[in-house]
C-alpha cells in the first residue's frame, strides 16, 4: 500500500515498473502490457477503472470512467489526471467507482462517485477531478497527515500518521456510530483509536484493519478512557472475593445495530433451590439489545452463584440474532435452559474446551473434559462442571499468561502460540480451529473460548494484571503435560519498534457480513471493529478486501482466507467459510503478496527458481470476443459447470513476465508490477527475499515439530537434570529470538519488494550488529548445551516422541547419510541456523557485483558481507570447540568432570599424552595439565588446581644447557616450572597459553582468526583474584591492576572480615595514596584511614578516622603515627573535648605538643614522653592562670612559677597538678611576699610556713622584676615544632636540615606538584581557578644558582609568595601546618597575655628557620644581614675605576637580605589575628589610658587643639580672608571647625591598622610625614626643613585626630618585629617618634 521507492540510479526506468493485466485463468489468457512513460510503482483497481502511480509521482487513469463529464462510452487508455500534477503523490486507491490519492506532505484527494459521500465532499453526486479532502479533530484547525487510503463501493477509509483510521461514506462499514447516513466529514474511528493500526483494507461493504498488538512488546499511545460516543469507561474493574478482574471489552450500545425488535433482556434470579448457569453465560446467550453497560451487576453475580473469574468477553462478538437465540431457551417465559439444551451444552462445553485448550495455551494444559455424574441432575452436573472448567481454565489461562508475560517481556515471538502451531500447516491443528469456530456461529457461543480469549485481551492491556486467587492455581497439580515456557533468558531482540516490522498482529473486521466475509463465524453485520480471534497469534502481515471475501497473508507465507466463495476465491472448499482457513497450496509454496478482487483472489509466491510465480484462484472471466474457454487445466481438479477454481491455480504465463513485484486484483481484471532483471540487481535482491522466507518457515518448522515436542515431555527433566533442562530453556528462548529476528528481517524484505527494490532500506546493513549478536549468542548457546552433553542425554526422550528412525529430524536437519545417531541429526538440527549467516553473506556479495565499485552501495554490502562471513568462520570454529570440549569430558575421570565441567568452558589444550610435566616431579606423581579458555587445570591422582587464566603469566624458562624446555608459570601465590616434552611441545603450549590468556582478558569470543600471529598478552592488566594460602590476605579478594603476578596500580582488596583497602598498589603490597575501612563490630562503626601507604603500612601524610570517634591528622611511619600529627578526640569532632597537635614517636606523643582539653579549659604547651607530660611546659586555664615549669609523670612536679590573672606570682615546688609542695616565693602584687615552704591546692586555701616580707620601696621595683620573669622555664622557640620542619626537609630530599642536593630538593618539589596535582584533578571542585593559575606559575622552577642581583632578589620574593600560596609546595604545605600549629596554641584558652613573648619568638623562629630552607635551594642568597649591590646605572664603558669608586661612597648601598623582610608579608598576615589579639591583651591598661585622653582632646576645634599641643602659628592653615581659595588651598579654618587641619595626613595614618607586616605599617608612617610636609610648604610656598621641635607638635596633633584604637599594640609589634637593619634609618626615626607621641598622649594632662 505505501508505495514509495525510486528506481536505484543503477537501472534505467526501463527495466523497471513494468505493468502487465489480464483477466481470468486459462491458457488462452495473454497478459497485455500498458505502456507508461516512467516505470509504475503502484496499482489500485476499481470495478471498471484503474489508477497507476509513477515514479515522479504523477497518476494516471484509464478504464471506464463515467464521471468524467467529457469521456466517451468507450474505455480509455491511461491518462494523467493533471489536477494532481504540481503535487508529489505517494499513494492511490481505488473502490468500485472512485479512487483517492495521498500526497508527499498527507493531503488527500478525491474523485469520482460521491452518491454516497464515499469522496468526503457534501453536494456533490460525483467529483470530476481530483479534489482535496481535509482530516480534521474535533475542534482542530489543523488537518491530520494520512499514510495511505482504502476505499470500497460505498466507504473510504484512510490511516493518519498518528496510525488511527478515519472513515467517511455510507453503511456500517465505516466503524463509526452515526445515525446518519451518508457521512461527508471524515471521522475517526473510535473503537481502534489508541491502537497502532498497521494497515487497511476495504471490501465492497466491509473494513479490514491489521493491528499491532498491545503488549509489553507494543507501543501504546496514553489510552483513551472513555467511549466519545457514549461516554462510558472503555476500562471497568469488577473486585471478586479474591481477585480483581480488568477488562477492556467495552460494547458501545449506540453501535448495535438491531435487524428486528428484540425481546428484552433477562437477567437470570437466582431462585435458592435450583443452581443456575454463572451469569456471564447469560451474556452470551441473551438477545442483541442494547446493554447500557457489559460488567454484571456485582450483587446479581453472586446471588448467581458466580464462583470463578468469569467475565464478559473482551472483545464480545455481538449477541446472536434473535432467531438463534430464542432456541436456546425453552420458552421466553421461562429462564432456565431445558435439559436437552443443557447436555447438548456440556457436550460442547467439553469438547471445546479440550481443543481451545490446547489452542489458545499452544498445549500449554489439556484440560480433562468435565464428566457429568451420572446421578447428578444435568442441571447439577452443567454448575459444577462450568465452576470447575471455568475455575481451572483461569487459572490455567492465568497461570499461561503470567509466563508469556515474563516472556514477552523480552521476546515478543516467544509467545507460546507462536511456538505452537502456528506454523505447522498440518490439517489436523486446521480441523481442530475450525471446528471451534464453526461452533461460534451456533446459538451458545464457547464460553471457554470466549473467557480465555477475555482474559488474554485484557492481559494485553500494558500495566493491567488479573490476579487469579492461588487456590484456583493449586488445582493446576492434575494436569497431564509440563508446563514450560519457551523463555529466552537473556533478554530480547534489541528490537527498535520502528524499524523491524512487528509480527505481533491482530486483524479487526467490521461491516456487513452476510457473506462471511467478517471472519467471525457468523454471518451478522458489526458496527464496529472487532478483532477476529482465529488470526490472533498467527503473525498476519498484510490483509487485504475483495468485495465479500477477506484475505490475510502471514510472515510463515501463509494465507487465510473467508467470506464468499461461490466461485472458488477463497482457494479451498472448506465450508462454512465465515472463519479464517489455510487457502490449499501444494508443499513448499510460499506465498508472500496477495490481492483480492470481485470474485477472485491472486497470490504471488515462492516457487522452485527465483522468479516468483503467480496463482489465480476463482472464477473464470468470459472472454468479450466469445472464446471458448479451455476445458481442462493440469493445475485444476475438476471444473464446476460455472467455470471456477476449486484451488488456486497457476498461471502459467507468469514466468515471461520478468521479476514481479506485486499483484493487484480489482473488479475483474488482474495487474501484476514487474521489473526487468538488469544487471542481476533484481534477481538478486528477489533471491535474498525469498531464501529469508524459507529459512524462517523451516526455524518454525523446527520449532513446532521438535523444541515444543522436546520441552513439553514430562520426563524432560529427570533425563537432562536440572542444569541442562535450564540450559535447554535457555537455548529455546535463544532460539525464539533468532526465529522471531528473522520472521521480522522477511517481513521487511517482502514489503521492500513491494515497494522500492533498492538497497539502502536493507535493514542487514544498518543493524548488521544486531544479527551478529543474536547468531554468536545462540551459536554460543547451542555449544554451550552440547558440551554439557545435552543433546546425547536427549537421545531417550527423543525416541519417546520421534520413534526409532527419526526420519522428521532427519529431513528438518538436511542430513543426507544413512543411520545417523539421534544426537548427533539433534545437533545437526541445532547448528542449522548458523548456516544461514554464510547464505546472508553470499547474496550480499551477489548484490553488490551489481554496482560500480567505487560507489557507497558496493562499499556498504562488501563491508556487511566481510561482517557475515567473519562470523560465519568464527561460528564454524565454535562448533569445533564445542566439539573437542565434550569427547574430551567423555573420556575424563568422572569424579572430577562434575566439579570442572561447565557450560562455557571448552578446552584449548591437554597433556594427556605427557607432552608438559612439572619439573622435579617425583616418579610415580601423575601431573597432568589441562588448558580450557579460562582456566589452566593441575589434575593430579585425586586432586586438581584451577588457576584463573587472567591472572597466569608464562615465559619461556631460560634454555640451559640441559636441553631442558621449560615453561615458568607465575599465578598471585604460586610459580611453577614446567616441562615440555620436546622444543615444537613447548612454543605450541607457550603460544595456546598466551592466546588463551588474551582472549580471556579482551573478553571470550572476540577472538580473531590470525591470534596465533598476536603478540604476549600484556603483562600488565586488570584482573579479579581470591587469595587462598595463609598469611595476611587468605580469603581476601583483589581486583584491579596486575603486573607479573602482582597487584600493582589502583586496585580494591576485600577481606571476609569487611576490611577493604582502595587505591595504589606496588608489587603486591600497598603503597602510593589509598583508603581503608576496618569494621569495629564492638563499636558498630568502622575505623576509616585515608593517605599514603609504603610496602604495605601507612606511610606518610594520612588522616585516620577511630571508630571511638577520634580522628588523627598527620604523619604515619610503618602503619605507626610517627611525626607531626594532631589528634581530635571527642564525639563531635565540631566541639571535640579535646584536642592534640604535636610531634608523635612510635605511635605515641612525644616531644613538643600542644594539648587543649577542652572540658577542663586548659591548655597545655610543652613536652611529652609516651602520652605523657614529661620535661618543662606552660599550662594556661580559661581563668587566667599560668604555669611555667617542669612536669612529670603527667602532673606538674618540681620547680614553676605560677601567676593568677592579678598578679599574684608563686616560684617555687610544685607536687601535683596546681598543688604547692616545698619551698617557695608568693608575691602578692603589691610587692610584699613570703618565703618559706607551702603545701595545698592553688585557690583551696594553703598551708605555709615561712616569713612575710614588706620591701621598702626603694627595692620594689627590682624585686618585682626578678619575681615576674617569665619564659625561662617554657620550651625554646626554636625547639618548638621541630618535627614540622623536619618533614619538610626530608620531602625536599635531606636527612637533616641543609644535607643534601640541592639539585635534588628541585627535583622532588617538581615531583610532589605534579603528583598532588594529578590526585586533586580527580576531584577538580577543590581547586579553584586562581588556585590553578598559581600552579601554573609553580611549574617553571626559577633560575636557583648565580649571583644575586635586585631583580633575582625580586623573582625569589614572588616564587616564595606563589609557593607559600598552594599546600601541594612543599613550603605551602610547611606555612599551612606552622599557621595551623600557631592559631591551636594562641586562640581560645590560649588567647593570655603572658604568652606574648613566647608568641613573638616563636614567630621569630619560624622566620629563622624557613629562611634556612630558603637558602638552600637558592644557595647564592646571601645571609641575614647580607647585601644585595643595586645596579650602578648608565656608567660609560671607560669608568670602571671612578665606577667601583662611587659605589663604595654612595650613601644607599644597596638592599640588605632579611628574613623578615623575604619572609614577613608570606608569614605575618596568615598569623596576623592570634598575635594581634595577645598584644592587645598585653597593652590594655595603658591603650585605656590613651583612648580616654584621644577621646577627651578630640571635643575640640582644630585651632584650640593646635594652640593646645603648642603648634606653631606659622603652620596653622589659616587662610588669608577677602580671597577665594585657590585650586589647591584648603577653605579657612574657622575657630568652630573640626576634622580640617591636616586631614589627608589624618586619613593616610589611619591606615596604619589595615597593614600586617612592620615593614608596611612604617611604610604608612612615612607616607604621613610626607603629606603633613606638603601641606605646610604649601601654606609657606617654600622648601621647608623640619626640626624635631617643629615636627613632634603638628605630628602629634596628626595622631589624636587619626583616632587609632589599638596603637599601644600597633607600636608594640612594630617594635618587636621591625627588621633590625632598619632601627637607624630615617624609617627608625619617624617610628620614635610615633612612639614619643603615644607615650605623650598617655601622661597628657589638660590644663
Known amino acids: 500500500m505505501e508505495a514509495q521507492g525510486k528506481s536505484s540510479e543503477d537501472d534505467d526506468g526501463g527495466g523497471r515498473g513494468l ?22 510503482l503502484q496499482v489500485a483497481l476499481g470495478a471498471q477503472h484503474g489508477v497507476l502511480l509513477v515514479e515522479g509521482g504523477q497518476v494516471y487513469t484509464f478504464g471506464e470512467l463515467p464521471w468524467k463529464q467529457t469521456q466517451a462510452s468507450q474505455p480509455t487508455k491511461p491518462t494523467p489526471e493533471n489536477a494532481l500534477s504540481g503535487q508529489r503523490v505517494v499513494a492511490v486507491a481505488a473502490g468500485s467507482f472512485h479512487s483517492g490519492a495521498v500526497t508527499e506532505d498527507g493531503s488527500v484527494h478525491m474523485w469520482g462517485d460521491n452518491a454516497a459521500g464515499q469522496c468526503g465532499l457534501s453536494g456533490l453526486s460525483c467529483v470530476p477531478n481530483p479534489t482535496p479532502v481535509a482530516l480534521l479533530e474535533p475542534g482542530g484547525a489543523q488537518s491530520v497527515p494520512v499514510l495511505e487510503l482504502a476505499c470500497g463501493e460505498k466507504h473510504s477509509l484512510a490511516l493518519s500518521a498518528q496510525r488511527e483510521v478515519w472513515a467517511w461514506g455510507s453503511g456500517c462499514q465505516l466503524g463509526l456510530k452515526a445515525a446518519v447516513f451518508p457521512v461527508w466529514k471524515p471521522q475517526k474511528v473510535e473503537q481502534l483509536a489508541g491502537r497502532w493500526v498497521l494497515q487497511v483494507a476495504c471490501g465492497a461493504s466491509h473494513s479490514l484493519a491489521l493491528v499491532r498488538c498491545v503488549g509489553p512488546d507494543g507501543i501504546q499511545r496514553p489510552p483513551v478512557d472513555k467511549c466519545n460516543q457514549c461516554n462510558q469507561l472503555l476500562y471497568t474493574m469488577t473486585d471478586k472475593e479474591d481477585h480483581v478482574i480488568i477488562s477492556d471489552g467495552h460494547y458501545c450500545p449506540m453501535g448495535v445495530e438491531a435487524r428486528e425488535d428484540p425481546p428484552p433482556t433477562q437477567t437470570l434470579k437466582a431462585s ?317 509454496i510460499r506465498v508472500w503478496d496477495a490481492s483480492a478482487g470481485e470474485r477472485h483472489t491472486l497470490l504471488l509466491a515462492d516457487g522452485d527458481c527465483i522468479q516468483p510465480i503467480i496463482y489465480y484462484s476463482g472464477q473464470q472471466v468470459k472472454e468479450a470476443e466469445g472464446e471458448e474457454k479451455v476445458e481442462e487445466d493440469e493445475e485444476e481438479e475438476d471444473e464446476r459447470p460455472g467455470g471456477y477454481t476449486q484451488q488456486p491455480v497457476l498461471l502459467p504465463f507468469c514466468m515471461n513476465l520478468g521479476f514481479v513485484s506485486s499483484v493487484v486484483a480489482g473488479g475483474r481484471r488482474c495487474v501484476a508490477l514487474s521489473d526487468r532483471n538488469v544487471m542481476g540487481f533484481i534477481s538478486s535482491l528477489h533471491e535474498l527475499a525469498s531464501a529469508e522466507r524459507k529459512f524462517y518457515c523451516k526455524l518454525c518448522d523446527i520449532k513446532s515439530q521438535v523444541l515444543r515436542p522436546l520441552l513439553e515431555l514430562e520426563s524432560l ?403 605507626m603515627r610517627q611525626g607531626h600529627g594532631m589528634l581530635r578526640s571527642g564525639k563531635h569532632n565540631t566541639s571535640s573535648p579535646s584536642v592534640f597537635i604535636g610531634q608523635w614517636l612510635q605511635d605515641k606523643k612525644t616531644g613538643y605538643g600542644v594539648f587543649d582539653d577542652i572540658t577542663k579549659g586548659e591548655k597545655y604547651m610543652g613536652m611529652w614522653q609516651d602520652h605523657q607530660r614529661q620535661g618543662t611546659g606552660v599550662v594556661v586555664t580559661q581563668f587566667g592562670l599560668y604555669y611555667e615549669g617542669a612536669f ?62 614588706k620591701p621598702n620601696l626603694f627595692d620594689a621595683e627590682k624585686d618585682r622584676n626578678r619575681a615576674v620573669k617569665l619564659g625561662r622555664m617554657s620550651v625554646r622557640a626554636e625547639e618548638k615544632w621541630q618535627a614540622v620542619f623536619e618533614e619538610c626537609w626530608s620531602e625536599l630530599g635531606c636527612e637533616a636540615p641543609g644535607e643534601g642536593e640541592h639539585l635534588k630538593a628541585w627535583e622532588n618539589i617538581a615531583v610532589a606538584l605534579t603528583s598532588r596535582r594529578q590526585q586533586i584533578q580527580d576531584s577538580p571542585e577543590i581547586l579553584s581557578r586562581s588556585h590553578s593559575k598559581t600552579l601554573e606559575g609553580l611549574e617553571v622552577i626559577p633560575q636557583h644558582e648565580g649571583p644575586i642581583t635586585i631583580e633575582r632578589y625580586h623573582s625569589i620574593r614572588l616564587y616564595l609568595l606563589k609557593a607559600c600560596d598552594t599546600p601541594l609546595h612543599p613550603l605551602g604545605r610547611l606555612l599551612e601546618t606552622l599557621v595551623a600549629v600557631y592559631r591551636m596554641t594562641y586562640v581560645g584558652v590560649g588567647a593570655n597575655r603572658r604568652l606574648l613573648p613566647q608568641a613573638v619568638n616563636e614567630i621569630k623562629s619560624y622566620l629563622c628557620r624557613i629562611f634556612q630552607i630558603v637558602r638552600f635551594l637558592f644557595p647564592d642568597l646571601p645571609e641575614e644581614g647580607g647585601l644585595i649591590p643595586e645596579p650602578a646605572e648608565n656608567l660609560p664603558d671607560g669608568n670602571q675605576e671612578t665606577s667601583a669608586d662611587t659605589r663604595t661612597e654612595s650613601p644607599k648601598p644597596g638592599r640588605v637580605v632579611s628574613s623578615s623582610a623575604l619572609l614577613l608579608p608570606v608569614l605575618l598576615p596568615r598569623l596576623y589575628p592570634p598575635l594581634f589579639t595577645l598584644y592587645a591583651l598585653e597593652k590594655e591598661k595603658e591603650d585605656d589610658m590613651y583612648w580616654e585622653c584621644v577621646l577627651r582632646l578630640n571635643k575640640q576645634p582644630d585651632l584650640a587643639l593646635l594652640a593646645f599641643l603648642g603648634v606653631q602659628q606659622k603652620f596653622w592653615p589659616v587662610s588669608i580672608p577677602n580671597s577665594l581659595p585657590a585650586p589647591g588651598e584648603k577653605q579657612p579654618v574657622a575657630s568652630s571647625t573640626k576634622d580640617a587641619c591636616f586631614a589627608s595626613a589624618v586619613e593616610t595614618l589611619q591606615q596604619i591598622s589595615t597593614t600586617f607586616t612592620p615593614s608596611d605599617k612604617l611604610q604608612v608612617i612615612q607616607l604621613t610625614f610626607e603629606e603633613i610636609t606638603q601641606e605646610v610648604q604649601f601654606l609657606l610656598k617654600q622648601d621647608f626643613l623640619w626640626s624635631m621641635d617643629d615636627l613632634f607638635p603638628v605630628f602629634l596633633y596628626v595622631v589624636l585626630r587619626a583616632r587609632i584604637r589599638n596603637l599601644g599594640s600597633e607600636v608594640s609589634l612594630i617594635e618587636d618585629l621591625m627588621d633590625p637593619c632598619v632601627q637607624h634609618g630615617e624609617h627608625g626615626i619617624m617610628f620614635t617618634t610615633l612612639k614619643a607621641c603615644y607615650y605623650q598622649i598617655q601622661h597628657e594632662k589638660i590644663t
Open 19 to 40: 505493468l502487465h493485466s489480464w483477466r481470468g485463468y486459462s491458457y488462452s489468457v495473454v497478459p497485455e502490457r500498458l505502456l507508461l512513460p516512467r516505470p509504475v
Open 272 to 588: 435458592p433451590s435450583e443452581p443456575i448457569l454463572p451469569s456471564h453465560s447469560s451474556f452470551t446467550s441473551t438477545p442483541a439489545a442494547p446493554t447500557p453497560d457489559p460488567t454484571p451487576d456485582p450483587e446479581d453475580s453472586q446471588k448467581g452463584g458466580t464462583t470463578t473469574a468469569a467475565h464478559p468477553p473482551s472483545d464480545p462478538d455481538p449477541p446472536p440474532s434473535p432467531k438463534a437465540a430464542a432456541s436456546t431457551s425453552s420458552s421466553k417465559s421461562s429462564p432456565y435452559p431445558g435439559e436437552k439444551e443443557v447436555k447438548e451444552y456440556l457436550r460442547k462445553l467439553s469438547d471445546a474446551s479440550q481443543t481451545e485448550a490446547k489452542m489458545a495455551n499452544g498445549g500449554l494444559h489439556a484440560l480433562q473434559a468435565p464428566s457429568s455424574g451420572r446421578g447428578q441432575s444435568a442441571l447439577n452436573s452443567l454448575v459444577a462442571s462450568c465452576a470447575l472448567a471455568v475455575g481451572e481454565r483461569v487459572a490455567s489461562t492465568y497461570e499461561a499468561l503470567s509466563l508469556k508475560r515474563m516472556m514477552n517481556f523480552y521476546l515478543p515471538s516467544s509467545r507460546l502460540e507462536a511456538l505452537g502451531g502456528v506454523a505447522d500447516g498440518g490439517a489436523e491443528r486446521v480441523r481442530r480451529e475450525e471446528s471451534v469456530q464453526a461452533k461460534k456461529s451456533s446459538s451458545t457461543g464457547d464460553i471457554h473460548e470466549e473467557e480465555a480469549e477475555g482474559l488474554r485481551r485484557r492481559l494485553s492491556l500494558p500495566g493491567l494484571l488479573s490476579q487469579v486467587s492461588p487456590r484456583l492455581l493449586r488445582k493446576m497439580g492434575r494436569s497431564r503435560t509440563r508446563a514450560f515456557a519457551l523463555t529466552p533468558m537473556g533478554g530480547g531482540v534489541p528490537e527498535d519498534q520502528e524499524v523491524f516490522p512487528t509480527l505481533q498482529t491482530e486483524v479487526w473486521s467490521w461491516g456487513h457480513g452476510e457473506q462471511g466475509e467478517l471472519g467471525h463465524g457468523d454471518n451478522l453485520d458489526r458496527l464496529q471493529p472487532f478483532c477476529i480471534k482465529s488470526l490472533n497469534k498467527k503473525e498476519v502481515i498484510r490483509v487485504s478486501a475483495g468485495a465479500h471475501h477477506s484475505i490475510a497473508l502471514t510472515a510463515q507465507s501463509q494465507v487465510y482466507s473467508w467470506g464468499s466463495n461461490l466461485s472458488g476465491q477463497l482457494g479451498h472448499m472448506d465450508t462454512p467459510s465465515t472463519v479464517p482457513r489455510l487457502a490449499k497450496l501444494s508443499e513448499g
Open 717 to 1119: 527433566s529427570s533425563a537432562l537434570g536440572p542444569a541442562a533442562t535450564e540450559l535447554l530453556q535457555t537455548l529455546a528462548g535463544r532460539f525464539s529470538l533468532l526465529s522471531h529476528l528473522t520472521g521480522q528481517h522477511g517481513a521487511s524484505l517482502t514489503a521492500n519488494l513491494r515497494r522500492g527494490r533498492d538497497v539502502s532500506s536493507l535493514l542487514m546493513l544498518e543493524h548488521a550488529s544486531i544479527f551478529l549478536d543474536v547468531y554468536n549468542d545462540y551459536c554460543s548457546t547451542v555449544g554451550n548445551f552440547f558440551v554439557m552433553g545435552g543433546f546425547h542425554a536427549l537421545t531417550k526422550p527423543s525416541l519417546d516422541i520421534f520413534g526409532k528412525s527419526p526420519e522428521l529430524l532427519q529431513r528438518l536437519s538436511e542430513c543426507s547419510e544413512e543411520n545417523t545417531v539421534t544426537a548427533d541429526l539433534l545437533v545437526a538440527l541445532f547448528y542449522l541456523p548458523t548456516q544461514h549467516l554464510h547464505e546472508y553473506g553470499r547474496l550480499l556479495l551477489k548484490l553488490a557485483t551489481c554496482f560500480e565499485v567505487s560507489s557507497g552501495d558496493y562499499h556498504k554490502l562488501q563491508d556487511s558481507c566481510s561482517k557475515f562471513e567473519a562470523l560465519t568462520l568464527q561460528l564454524k570454529r565454535k562448533r569445533k570447540e564445542a566439539e573437542y570440549t565434550f569427547h574430551f569430558w567423555k573420556s575424563f575421570p568422572g569424579k572430577m568432570t562434575d566439579s570442572l565441567r561447565k557450560p562455557s568452558r571448552r578446552l584449548i589444550y591437554e597433556s594427556s599424552n605427557k607432552s608438559l610435566t612439572m619439573q622435579n616431579a617425583g616418579r610415580f606423581s601423575v601431573n597432568w595439565f589441562i588448558l580450557f579458555n579460562d582456566s589452566l587445570v593441575h589434575a593430579q591422582f585425586s586432586t586438581h588446581h584451577i588457576f584463573a587464566l587472567a591472572t597466569l603469566w608464562v615465559e619461556p624458562a631460560p634454555e640451559d644447557n640441559s636441553g631442558l624446555h621449560g615453561l615458568k608459570v607465575v599465578t598471585p601465590e604460586e610459580t611453577l616450572t614446567l616441562l615440555a616434552s620436546s622444543s615444537a611441545e613447548k612454543t605450541k603450549w607457550l603460544r595456546a597459553i598466551n592466546q588463551a590468556v588474551d582472549q580471556a582478558l579482551s573478553g571470550a569470543g572476540q577472538d580473531a582468526g590470525g591470534s596465533a600471529s598476536k603478540s604476549d598478552p600484556p603483562i600488565s592488566r586488570t584482573a579479579s583474584y581470591t587469595f587462598y594460602k595463609d598469611g595476611r590476605l587468605k580469603d581476601a579478594t583483589y581486583e584491579g591492576r596486575w603486573l607479573a603476578g602482582k597487584p600493582h596500580g589502583r586496585g580494591i582488596l576485600k577481606w571476609p572480615d569487611g576490611r577493604i583497602y582502595t587505591g595504589s598498589f606496588k608489587s603486591g603490597l600497598e603503597d602510593g595514596f589509598g583508603e581503608f575501612a576496618c569494621p569495629n563490630k564492638a563499636l558498630n562503626q568502622g575505623d576509616l584511614y585515608q593517605g599514603y601507604w609504603k610496602e604495605g603500612k601507612m606511610h606518610g601524610l594520612g588522616t585516620y578516622r577511630y571508630a571511638s570517634g577520634e580522628v588523627y591528622d598527620g604523619s604515619f611511619q610503618d602503619g
Open 1192 to 1253: 612529670k609523670d603527667n602532673k606538674m612536679m618540681g620547680t614553676g612559677i605560677l601567676l593568677s590573672e592579678d598578679d599574684t606570682t608563686y616560684e617555687g615546688e610544685f607536687s601535683d597538678d596546681w598543688t604547692l609542695s616545698g619551698k617557695g616565693v608568693l608575691t602578692m602584687p603589691n610587692g610584699d611576699y613570703l618565703e618559706g615552704s607551702f603545701s595545698g591546692e592553688w585557690g583551696s586555701g594553703l598551708k605555709v610556713t615561712g616569713s612575710y616580707f
